[in-house]
């Protein structure tokens, strides 16, 4: 088997994208024969100096010799190129030494030294070998390579180390580790924040295809561009043409004088390539397609894709689109309205992504209402290249952005974007609208899991865990973002509704207790002081009757701002003859100002009302036209604090699991049926044993006397169920007897459930202890991964539909709220006085679960229903899986930019 055909699970792969930590674009792919004459030549360039530290003498032969050895096909050997600027630059390669472990070596060209290939090669190494089983990494450097050592020590993996006579022994772990990831992030963040650089702020742009008439697309872009004061400089490309809307016109990119680092780019589909090539001969550093015609070309469109994505690529060149809007900077260093949209957005702390034009321009015209300002805004449209992953790294090193907005149809790497956003919503929360949801996208299957889970559970799921905060409207969004965009952060869900305007804090308070959050009576003490400014009610909602004065709402405002007996206040006025709303306004602002909590307005009664407060510090307080949106855009801003208050998790480290006998399993049951099915109970009981979940023993059964001897055997009283293949509610078709406690009775009992089923096969198994019935499920989704669930057990699964959802990797965190947010959880916590059920150990048994299904990507399905959890632990009592011959999943974490298609 050659090298290439060794990389991943032993597919051929024909390589992948990267980002050097300057931005420019670096392939990696699998060593070829062909290669051979390419790595030589790349030996010659590099220096004495690298040649000594990577075979520790100065011959080059031993270099060659190595090349000539990398190159020939041998098993278990992998070997990575990295390619740069159109030339071979560097290689990483493995050798096995035993099971588990394999040496590596690295040799990179001194011409991109510092550009962190090294640290690519190694990441991209370690994920190919941990996808083939190697665990361990050795290498053997001189402590004199501080360069290499410096890789090694900033990879984020664990890694030991020794140094004998002048040379260091690493052994490096190739698992993904929580530092690990945030290793990889932060260093793809740097990548990215370079990379994107040229297409947010760019000191030249040309718009391709300007044409001289107004209201065509090209026009529009160039208007946009002069009329919002672009700091840099700006040229029209258009062949018939010197001047367009009064900038000067060349007739290519190409002939445009001096640097261009954008093109905006407006041509019909067919002229994209030459454009983009043209682009790519000038240096141009980023690319917004606008054109569309690519996924609606119907078999051409996919061919068009991967040629322009293959030209930006190769020139380093990232591309937005095609089929988009365009693209906003409002920096004042800026000032970039690359769109062709009327709306021009005011300069603000919300950064925006919508892969739809036409949701982009209405959440810009929601924000443009309600005054809230946009630090960027970029239309994705097909998404061939930036992405909202790209955008998220972005933002995350934004100081101008302090909320993220998404709007998305598609996720192409759904479990990296739950990842990003676990780090990114550390610092600034992500509000995302996700269009698609259908009732039309449930799958088919044979299992409980299988057949109740959608597309929108997983979407559900990954949100729910990643902190990401799912708007149902772009309103929704705009709303939340106005709220979150002014700190600080509730701190709990303690709320006071205060004002004029009693009926509107009647309707807040409703909306409040229906959402969760907290109306505390407030204490005595604060109720005199509110009295004392002639509050009618003084309790909460504070009301301070229709006549109240502007000076009397600032009086009551800053006694329960400065009460510390509530975490947020909405302020319900009323515009009346005795207060103006500008006095009312500047009467929250001067009670607001120092207040140590987040604060929203609703104001009703004056239709051409500003909507905001503006703060003496330039902050701005967000005004709502109904009490409802309010409370609504609070409430998820008590969420998104919550989240972010409380700690990561951890991925818990479990005692007595057995990986090889698991794979071993899985390996023999895949020989035996290569097309994969429904496992065999003997099989279901010893991964269930790999894995330490316990398990009522069962024993099969094809005969009424097999199955009396099988109860003896176990002793009664006994379950007798059918194992008839196929049958998934056994319960239905009357294929379940339990307690029988003799003979008799079983025999009775096999009789009508063969019967019944139509088939001798059964299953005699010894009656579960009492407890809870709870369902663990698993279930393979092609883009999310293995999708866990937990719920309701038994005959109550289909009934009650209670459920929960998560991906993984599962934390100690996600597996416990999933048992908290079960509606049967009061059962499992000793409901009316019953004895609690061992919730540690049904929490085990869902880490076991995980735990499965991460290291067997076969798994496809699994059910445990029911899992009894009682006081004395949990227990599976029926369990079903199925495999199919599912070749390695791909790397979720791996730094690795979007192919063509994805």
């Known amino acids: 088997m050659a090298a290439v055909d060794q ?178 992030a932060d260093r793809e963040r740097g990548a990215e924040d370079r990379s994107l650089q040229r297409l947010f702020s760019p000191r030249a742009v040309a718009v391709v295809s300007a044409g001289r008439t107004p209201g065509g697309i090209g026009h529009e872009v160039l208007r946009n561009i002069v009329k919002g004061n672009f700091t840099g400089c700006v040229y029209a490309v258009n062949p018939h043409a010197e001047q367009v809307a009064e900038v000067p016109s060349y007739p290519s990119v190409v002939d445009v004088p001096g640097v261009v680092d954008l093109a905006v780019i407006a041509v019909p589909a067919e002229h994209v390539r030459q454009v983009l090539s043209e682009c790519g001969s000038k240096g141009v550093r980023g690319a917004v397609v606008l054109t569309a015609g690519f996924s609606e070309a119907g078999t051409a469109g996919p061919e068009l894709q991967r040629d322009i994505l293959e030209i930006a690529r190769r020139h380093s060149i990232r591309l937005i689109g095609p089929n988009c809007l365009g693209l906003v900077n409002t920096d004042s260093e800026v000032r970039l309205n690359a769109t062709f ?76 974007f739950g990842g990003l956003a676990r780090l990114v919503g550390r610092t600034k929360p992500i509000l995302v609208v996700k269009g698609g949801r259908s009732a039309g996208g449930r799958r088919p299957g044979a299992s409980h899991t299988a057949a109740t889970t959608t597309p929108e559970t997983a979407v559900d799921a990954l949100f729910t865990q990643s902190g990401v905060l799912r708007m149902e409207t772009v309103e929704e969004l705009v709303e939340t973002a106005r709220v979150l965009a002014v700190r600080p952060l509730p701190r709990g869900r303690r709320i006071a509704v205060v004002g004029n305007a009693g009926g509107a804090g009647v309707l807040a308070a409703d909306a409040a207790g229906r959402l969760g959050l907290e109306l505390p009576e407030l204490s005595e003490a604060i109720q005199r002081e509110l009295a004392a400014v002639d509050a009618v009610g003084c309790g909460n909602p504070v009301d301070l009757g229709a006549a109240a004065s502007p000076k009397s709402l600032a009086r009551a405002l800053k006694v329960i701002v400065d009460s510390g007996e509530v975490d947020a206040v909405l302020v319900c006025c009323a515009a009346t003859r005795p207060g103006r709303v500008e006095d009312i306004y500047d009467a929250i602002a001067g009670s607001a100002v120092e207040a140590d909590l987040p ?41 998104y604090a919550e989240w972010r208050s409380r700690p990561q998790g951890v991925v818990p480290e479990l005692p007595r699991v057995d990986a090889v006998g698991t794979r071993a399993v899985v390996r023999r049951f895949l020989e035996h049926k290569p097309h994969g099915g429904w496992l065999e109970s003997l099989y279901v009981g010893r991964l269930l044993q790999c894995a330490g979940v316990p398990a009522i023993p069962v024993l099969a059964a094809s005969g009424r006397s097999e199955a009396i001897a099988a109860a003896e055997s176990v002793g009664y009283p006994v379950a007798v169920k059918t194992a008839a293949s196929g049958v998934l509610r056994k319960t239905d078709i009357g294929g379940v007897r339990v307690g029988l406690a003799n003979s008799v009775l079983l025999a009775t009992a096999y009789d009508e459930i063969t019967a019944a089923a139509g088939d001798p096969q059964v299953v005699v198994q010894a009656m579960a202890p009492s407890g809870t019935e709870l369902v663990i ?126």
């Open 341 to 416: 949209a009327e709306v021009a957005p005011t300069p603000g702390s919300l950064a925006i992504a919508a892969q739809s034009g036409a949701v982009g321009l209405a959440v810009l015209d929601q924000a443009a209402r309600t005054g809230l300002g946009i630090s960027e805004f970029v239309s994705l449209g097909d998404k061939l290249d930036v992405s909202g992953n790209d955008l998220l790294l972005h933002w995350w090193g934004d100081p101008r952005t302090t909320v993220i907005g998404l709007y998305l149809e598609s996720f192409g790497n759904p479990r990296k």
């Open 599 to 639: 604060i929203v307005v609703n104001c009703v009664g004056a239709p051409r009302l500003a909507p905001e407060v503006v703060l003496a510090d330039g902050r701005r307080l967000p005004v709502f036209p109904f009490p409802e949106n309010a409370v609504r855009a609070m409430t998820r801003a008590v969420r």
């Open 7 to 184: 990389v991943v699970g032993g597919r051929p792969d024909a390589g992948w994208d990267v980002l050097a930590s300057d931005g420019a674009v670096v392939g990696i792919r699998p060593l070829r024969e062909d290669d051979e004459p390419a790595l030589e030549a790349m030996n010659q360039r590099v220096s004495d100096r690298s040649i000594y530290l990577r075979f520790f003498g100065i011959s080059r032969a031993s270099a060659d010799e190595q090349t000539h050895h990398l190159v020939r096909i041998h098993d278990g050997h992998v070997a990575l190129v990295a390619e740069y600027g159109g030339q071979l630059v560097g290689v990483a390669s493995y050798e096995p030494l035993r099971t588990g472990e394999a040496e590596m070596a690295f040799l990179v060209e001194d011409s991109v030294h510092g550009r962190g290939i090294g640290t690519l090669l190694l990441e991209q190494l370690a994920a190919v070998a941990r996808e083939n089983g190697v665990r361990r990494l050795r290498a053997d450097t001189l402590v004199e390579n501080a360069g290499m050592l410096r890789v090694f020590a900033g990879s984020g993996f664990d890694q030991v180390r020794s140094m004998d006579s002048g040379v260091v022994e690493l052994v490096l772990d190739t698992a993904y580790r929580p530092s690990t990831l945030e290793r990889m």
């Open 777 to 902: 499920g698993v279930v393979r989704d092609h883009l999310f991964g293995p999708m866990l669930m937990a719920g309701s057990g038994g005959i109550l699964t289909d009934l009650l539909a209670d459920r929960q959802w998560r991906g993984l990797p599962l934390t100690d965190l996600d597996a416990t709220d999933m048992v908290h947010a079960l509606r049967c959880a009061p059962l499992l916590a000793g409901y009316r006085g019953a004895q609690a059920a061992d919730r540690e150990a049904v929490l085990d048994v869902i880490h076991r679960i995980a735990w499965l299904a991460e290291l067997v990507p076969e798994l496809a399905e699994l059910d445990i229903n029911p899992l009894i959890a009682g006081p004395s632990g949990a227990f599976a009592v029926d369990a079903r899986m199925r495999l199919t011959p599912t070749t390695s999943e791909p790397d979720w974490h791996a730094r690795r930019m979007r192919a063509a298609g994805a």
